[in-house]
């Protein structure tokens, strides 16, 4: 994506100042060496930080894959761990001893736990890597090269090329729809229980958001309602046969189509819940997925992850300027990042990477999306996706984002919705619940709810950081604003 084009700063728009060009360091001018390629004798260029909480399973494919890194430069990775109940803390004493251990008592997040460690940094960059991720050898490499190039003085962080692990069979699935009632207009596909390849469970691992309307039933028992066609990624082995199984149900007896390159399978569904398998030959495509490459703010104040889930086909492959970095794989100068005070901590998960990223950008610095800096990602594999927890920090966040960076028409807009929604959502289930002669359900009024009331908590705080963002801009709300995206 291409830079939108700028507009020029208006009576409402803050003052404009004077940014302050920070100059590229090189190896042989940050200090003492700990860790890395040898450089002749020269410290550290970055540090690596890595938050972990519970994560014993997934830290030793990350910590292997940074101590791969091919590089000219050295560096040190530290890792944060966050109260962890598991074994991580004995993994690390006992398996990577040359890797800083930063302990926490208490769960921060991802903010306040990276936090935690980049107020302790002294290496001109510091780099965000989640544990659930994997680089590949050139990562960090590539991902530190732009700030020192031609025309990097004014550059404030660098985001990489994010893609799923592992890779997918791309599959389109086609049946006949029905619409359940007056108080739910969607038009159904089937009813998806559960995914398994060669006999494994991986629901929650598969890759749908253009195929079903999310996850429902809760955490317990989750299900997916599709759409009558569209696409789904299921994570395969990288080679051998496959065999998949689908147990799934729909309003009344019909067929159901799964196609793939090369091939194609038409079986059946039913009223009651049933399982069906589908062998795929072993030379079918795996495709990669992309996760992030770069990330944008929609204009109505949603945060998205730019090209996220579509094929890696190569779309992404020219270095640009995007509007905000991924905090998986992200790259910031250690100075600026210290002006900007890191992450808001209050943040505690998500949004935060793009809280930090519409700073960087007021105070009049530039963030630049590298293709060859590729990191490889587990999907949720810290937090799911559509949970109570996942839900709550999104949108509690998302409002905290645009009180604080946004111009007032947007973010007074997004948090007014943000009650009407939710009123209208509980009318909604009571409704459906009458005509059910069921219980309503209102656990997703009561958790928006308590956004709200975490949110307005905040809101004084927020207000005042607000004002001293505005107060130190270089870049006013207008100018800003041109690169917010349409849906």
């Known amino acids: ?57 997934l830290l030793p494919a990350c910590l292997d894959g940074t101590a791969k890194q091919v590089t000219d430069f050295a560096f040190e990775t530290w890792v944060v761990d966050n109260a962890s ?28 736990g990276n936090n935690l460690a980049l107020r302790m940094i002294t ?31 004014q550059l404030g962080a660098v985001t990489g090329k994010v893609v799923f692990l592992p890779r997918f069979l791309r599959l389109r699935l086609s049946t006949a729809t029905f619409t359940p009632g007056p108080h739910d ?38 299900f997916f309602w599709t759409r009558g066609d569209g696409e789904l990624c299921v994570p395969v082995p990288e080679g051998g046969p496959v065999t998949l199984g689908f147990t799934w149900s ?17 079986l059946a569904t039913d009223t009651e819940p049933s399982t069906v398998e589908l062998a795929v030959p072993s030379d079918v495509t795996r495709v990669d997925v992309i996760n992030n490459v770069g990330g944008i703010v929609l204009r109505d104040g949603y945060g998205a992850d730019r090209g996220y889930q579509q094929i890696d086909s190569g ?40 809280d930090l990223s519409w700073r960087i950008r007021a105070h009049g610095h530039t ?10 990602h587990v999907h949720s594999a810290s937090s799911v996706e559509w949970s109570p927890l996942f839900v709550f920090h999104t949108d509690r966040n998302r409002l905290l984002m645009l009180t604080k960076n946004a111009n007032a028409r947007i973010a007074v807009g997004a948090v ?58 270089a870049v006013g709300h207008r100018e800003l604003e041109t690169w917010l995206a349409s849906r």
């Open 1 to 57: 994506m291409s830079a939108p084009g700028t507009a020029a700063a208006g009576a409402g728009d803050a003052p404009r100042a004077r940014s302050r060009r920070l100059q590229p360091v090189s190896a042989q001018d940050s200090g003492t060496q700990n860790g890395g390629t040898q450089d002749g004798g020269a410290g550290p260029l970055a540090t690596v930080v890595i938050v972990n909480w519970n994560g014993a399973h």
């Open 85 to 112: 109940r598991d074994s991580s803390r004995t993994l690390l004493a006992e398996r990577y001893p040359s890797v800083r251990l930063v302990p926490s008592e208490v769960n921060l997040g991802f903010a306040g």
């Open 123 to 153: 290496t001109p960059y510091a780099v965000l890597l989640n544990n659930d991720a994997v680089p590949e050898p050139d990562w960090l490499a590539n991902l530190l090269a732009p700030f020192t190039a031609a025309g990097g003085e």
């Open 185 to 222: 207009s969607r038009a159904l596909g089937v009813r998806i229980s559960s995914v398994t390849v060669n006999g494994r469970e991986v629901l929650r691992e598969v890759l749908w958001e253009k195929l079903t309307f999310g996850a429902e039933g809760g955490a317990a028992a989750p």
């Open 250 to 266: 729909s309003e009344a007896p019909k067929p159901v189509t799964l196609s793939w390159d090369g091939g194609s399978a038409t």
């Open 315 to 354: 779309q992404f492959a020219e270095a640009e300027e995007v509007f905000t970095a991924c905090g998986n794989g992200m790259a910031i100068r250690t100075e600026l990042g210290r002006e900007l005070g890191w992450f808001d901590d209050d943040f505690f998960l998500y949004y935060e990477d793009t």
């Open 367 to 376: 963030i630049r999306y590298v293709p060859a800096a590729v990191v490889r």
């Open 416 to 473: 007014g919705r943000y009650p009407l929604t939710t009123a209208s959502m509980a009318i909604r289930a009571v409704r459906q619940a009458w005509a059910a002669r069921s219980r309503p359900a209102l656990r997703p009024t009561i958790l928006r709810l308590t956004v709200m009331a975490s949110y307005l908590r905040l809101l004084p705080v927020m207000l005042g950081r607000r004002r001293a963002i505005t107060r130190t801009a």
